[in-house]
């Protein structure tokens, strides 16, 4: 693979932050790393977070808590149940997840699958920043007696980003991180009893690339890939007699 040069990552950085549309503040990887604030910046955030203070809806037994990858699809008609809420944001990072959980537990839910981690990944975040930030929000949870399933950090398809700068040796790199985020909440969900829904295992060509015919844009899923999904979810779901 050919290395990337610092300006090439100064331009890649620019670019992603302008028309990225999985997260759209993606920057350098010498910003400063702890920059807690950044998911504020997120106008996805700043319009989807005040909604749930509206929602009528009061208890969910399922909740189904991402980014935009866990938006795409419309969770209580997937499964086939009514008690099922989706929280996801789109461009959201796990800070911003740390941030509305009182979103989630408000609703009383019996359990919950987390997905996150690749925003922060193209926002050049250490995988050792993103997997504790991800810990604190699973403790959290967990404090509130809730069952949390940890969904694996998906990949990106080989060819993500490439009408506008991306290329097949940033996103083998990002993957790799996203391999090393993946390996360190396994062996959490190991250590500490929980469910683990390895969905690159499913989803991924033989290259460790999301299969393309799985998404419409390189990150973002497409009907079969939800369908692959659900069958996970429902398997856990079987699991707690939920």
């Known amino acids: 693979m050919k290395r990337i040069s610092s300006l090439n990552k100064v331009i890649l950085a620019t670019v992603f932050l302008f028309i990225n549309p999985l ?39 399922i909740i189904m808590f991402g980014n935009s990858i866990t938006h795409g699809a419309a969770w209580n008609e997937l499964l086939g149940r009514p008690n099922v809420v989706e929280r996801g944001i789109t461009s959201d990072v796990l800070y911003g997840y740390e941030s509305r959980l009182n979103s989630i537990y408000k609703l009383n839910p019996k359990i919950v699958f987390i997905m996150g981690g690749l925003n922060d990944i193209y926002n050049w975040t250490p995988v050792n920043e993103i997997f504790s930030v991800y810990a604190r929000v699973i403790n959290v949870l967990k404090s509130k007696k809730i069952i949390v399933v940890i969904q694996s950090t998906t990949y990106s398809a080989k060819n993500y980003g490439k009408d506008w700068g991306g290329t097949p040796e940033v996103n083998f790199g990002r993957n790799r991180e996203v391999d090393k985020l993946n390996k360190l909440l396994s062996d959490y969900a190991k250590k500490n009893n929980l469910d683990f829904i390895d969905l690159n295992s499913l989803t991924a060509d033989k290259d460790s690339f999301l299969r393309p015919d799985l998404t419409w844009d390189g990150v973002h899923f497409k009907a079969d890939a939800y369908r692959i999904w659900a069958r996970e979810v429902e398997k856990v779901l079987a699991k707690y007699n939920l």
Do not use: G, W
């Open 23 to 61: 997260s759209a503040q993606n920057t350098k990887s010498t910003l400063p790393s702890k920059d807690t604030l950044r998911y504020r910046t997120n106008p996805n955030y700043q319009l989807q977070n005040p909604m749930y203070d509206i929602y009528k809806t009061r208890q969910a037994d």
